[in-house]
């Protein structure tokens, strides 16, 4: 049997058995993506040192969860000892909304606003829906999808200082181009705070001082999910990276990271005083394996080829 006579066979036994055949290798896949999200009014709660003003919000985004509308950035704060109103123009009280942002806004007669009054949290999607982004399936690089900053600045201990708050997410994929066979993850993740006592001794974290604070995220939050696509199941995992330089906002400028993973690394996050931290939370999408044929099914696939080639053999005789 010639090789050309081989390739023919070959490819019949993969119709006749429903199988996909080609000689040529399969193209890459991709998939397209959309993120919305923030940090959801409603669910912001503060603690000490302090006890004065809450956890402020400030930029809508626009998505609205299931638990109420959603903001770009939190703050919380009073001035400190340096500040141009020592313990004055504290944030206002949890699940308020703040006049001006905690990131890089301004105050009239303030001029060290928000530096010496506010530590912030900014969230920020790298997709909306109106302009998302291509995965491709296989790649094991994580994607950016979202970035997590912390302004750690040092406020007045009369402050009272966030202990917890909710971020929604929803993460739609499809194909690409987008077909409309898309399947969405509506996701809520529950993060955790602790704004340590500089002064602390030994700092909860370790270290010296001025002592790192302490972020948490549950231990489910970068679990994978399941995503089914124009009847293609796909599995999305998650994690979290931190790069060795972020953008300062309000001074427009590259500095150094303040981010690092502590305490257990798959869920706790530090963040050093005085300086912008970012964790950036990326995507990677495969296959969901396929059922792998019983050994009856083989050998009926053995026999079926055996079949085919004895068949050629009469007919050349």
């Known amino acids: 049997m010639t090789q050309k006579q081989g390739w023919k066979l070959a490819a019949a036994a993969a119709v ?19 993120q919305q999200g923030g940090f959801t009014i409603g669910t912001a709660t503060s603690a000490g040192p302090g006890t004065l003003g809450g956890v402020e919000f400030f930029g809508p985004t626009g998505f609205v969860a299931p638990g109420g509308a959603t903001y770009g950035q939190i703050g919380w704060g009073c001035g400190n000892a340096t500040s141009t109103a020592p313990a004055g123009q504290c944030s206002g009280p949890n699940n308020s ?5 905690p990131v890089n806004g301004t105050l009239a007669g303030h001029p060290d606003f928000p530096v010496k009054f506010r530590s912030a949290l900014d969230l920020d999607v790298f997709s909306t829906a109106t302009g998302g982004g291509t995965l ?7 994607t950016p999808i979202s970035s997590l900053q912390h302004y750690n600045r040092t406020i007045s201990q009369q402050s009272a200082a966030l202990a917890q708050v909710t971020i ?10 987008p077909g409309g066979g898309s399947d969405s993850d509506p996701d809520s993740v529950v993060l955790h705070f602790n704004e340590t006592l500089n002064a602390a001794s030994p700092c909860p974290a370790g270290g ?18 399941i995503f ?6 796909y599995q999305a995992e998650f994690n979290l990276s931190f790069p060795v330089t972020t953008f300062d906002e309000r001074t427009l400028t590259t500095v150094p990271n ?7 690394p798959t869920t706790n996050v530090c963040t050093n005083e005085n300086a912008i931290s970012e964790a950036i939370i990326g995507i990677r999408i495969s296959l969901v394996p396929t059922t792998v044929p019983a050994p009856a099914s083989l050998l009926l696939l053995g026999f079926g080829l ?3 080639g004895v068949a050629g053999w009469l007919r050349r005789k």
């Open 228 to 233: 089914t696509v124009g009847g293609v199941q």
């Open 208 to 225: 010296p001082n001025p002592c790192a604070d302490i972020f948490t995220f549950a231990s489910s939050t970068f679990q994978p999910v």
């Open 136 to 142: 491709t399936v296989g790649d094991p690089n994580f």
């Open 168 to 177: 929604d997410s929803l993460l739609t994929l499809d194909t690409f181009p």
């Open 16 to 34: 006749a058995l429903g199988l996909a055949f080609s000689p040529i290798a399969a193209m890459a896949v991709e998939l397209s993506f959309t």
């Open 258 to 264: 303040g981010a690092t993973p502590c305490l257990d």
């Open 306 to 308: 055996s079949g085919l």
């Open 97 to 101: 909304i703040a006049p001006q942002s």
